[in-house]
């Protein structure tokens, strides 16, 4: 991901990616942003529902440790206090997130065709 947009997402969500620039032993984020500038809108929209759902007291804040495509997909690894009703919620958005970007190129933020489907 750009500079431009990596500084942007760090900027609007400083508590999400906190460790943006933490220590390498302790999280992936040292790395920056591990995908295209195509996923920023999704990785945006996540960070505002989480944000909106951690200011309404849903789940506790929520700590990126690492966001990166691997094998073609989208991956947001965060860390937090959870306990199993506030865990369900986060990976309920992290995964709507990661099925959006299944459709999206990570390059260029244009639909995907997915073998063997049609529409």
């Not at 804040?61 to 989208?74: D, I, M, N, T």
Request: aromatic residues 8%.
């Amino acid at each position: 991901m750009r500079r431009e947009l990596d500084d942007l997402l760090c900027q609007h969500y400083p508590d999400i990616f906190r460790d943006r620039h933490g220590d390498r032993a302790e999280t992936g984020m040292c790395w920056g942003f591990g995908c295209g500038d195509g996923w920023f809108d999704i990785i945006d929209g996540l960070c505002a529902e989480i944000t909106s759902q951690v200011k309404a007291g849903a789940m506790p804040p929520v700590v990126a440790s690492q966001v990166k495509e691997k094998s073609g997909y989208l991956r947001f690894y965060i860390r937090g206090h959870f306990n199993r009703d506030n865990n369900r919620e986060a990976h309920r958005l992290i995964d709507l997130a990661q099925q959006k970007a299944e459709r999206i190129c990570q390059e260029c933020e244009k639909p995907v065709e997915l073998p063997g489907v049609r529409r």
